[in-house]
Antibody
Framework: QVQLVQSGAEVRKPGASVKLSCKASGYRFTSYKIHWVRQVRQAPGQRLEWMGWIKTDDGGTRYSQNFLGRVTFSRDTSATTVYMELSSLTFEDTAVYYC???????????????WGQGTMVTVS | ELTQPPSVSVSPGQTAIITCSGD??????VYWYQQRPGQSPILVIY???ERYSGIPERFSGSSSGNTATLTISGTQAVDEADYYC?????????FGGGTKVTVL
């Protein structure tokens, strides 16, 4: 079945970097962009924050202004895996990081229809 | 920026209405996601009104002016979750702050 499987939880100190992976299976890897979204605890609930996307065919990227200069997406087509590296970590980067596939339905190309299970990153 | 009410409470079998408002939202498509506790989001509605594959008919979407609405008719206990709206803004993805639906 179509799925995205993400790497395990990480703990980093402030100022460090973290690199997460997201392995795709069950579909043609190069046909769909992969987005990265993080979920941050913010009273009274949790908010989703879009980080950007990577085109899995040619490696083209689009980053959110909020992460410019700190985030890098990459991919390995032979391994059907996408990576997200975030540098200069601060306590505010503590969050669950998701990779998500661009929806395959025409008319839903700006949405995500398959999500990874999420990776908890703790900056402490 | 997309604005959602932080919480909505509904009795089983009743209708839950979740709004999402934003500048010029009427000019954009809105998407809705459901996120149950401890799980990843799932796509519920796309293009304002279209139910995604496998989503029950009790979920419906609409849009008027600068407000989009997700309606859950005949709400069930299993619908208790956080709901997020999403739209595009100059090529970037924007999410609403999320609405916690509690089924009392």
């Amino acid at each position: 079945q179509v799925q995205l499987v993400q790497s395990g939880a990480e703990v980093r100190k402030p100022g460090a970097s973290v690199k997460l992976s997201c392995k795709a299976s069950g579909y043609r890897f190069t046909s769909y962009k992969i987005h990265w979204v993080r979920q941050v605890r913010q009273a009274p609930g949790q908010r989703l924050e879009w980080m950007g996307w990577i085109k899995t065919d040619d490696g083209g990227t689009r980053y959110s202004q909020n992460f410019l200069g700190r985030v890098t997406f990459s991919r390995d087509t032979s391994a059907t895996t996408v990576y997200m590296e975030l540098s200069s970590l601060t306590f505010e980067d503590t969050a669950v990081y998701y990779c998500a596939r661009r929806a395959h339905i025409v008319g839903a190309a700006d949405a995500c229809d398959v999500w990874g299970q999420g990776t908890m990153v703790t900056v402490s | 920026e997309l604005t959602q009410p932080p919480s909505v409470s509904v009795s089983p079998g009743q209708t839950a209405i979740i709004t999402c408002s934003g500048d010029k939202l009427g000019d954009k498509y809105v998407y809705w996601y459901q996120q149950r506790p401890g799980q990843s989001p799932i796509l519920v509605i796309y293009q304002d009104t279209e139910r995604y594959s496998g989503i029950p008919e009790r979920f419906s979407g609409s849009s008027s002016g600068n407000t989009a609405t997700l309606t859950i008719s005949g709400t069930q206990a299993v619908d208790e979750a956080d709901y997020y709206c999403q739209a595009m803004d100059s090529g970037t993805v924007v999410f609403g702050g999320g609405t916690k639906v509690t089924v009392l």
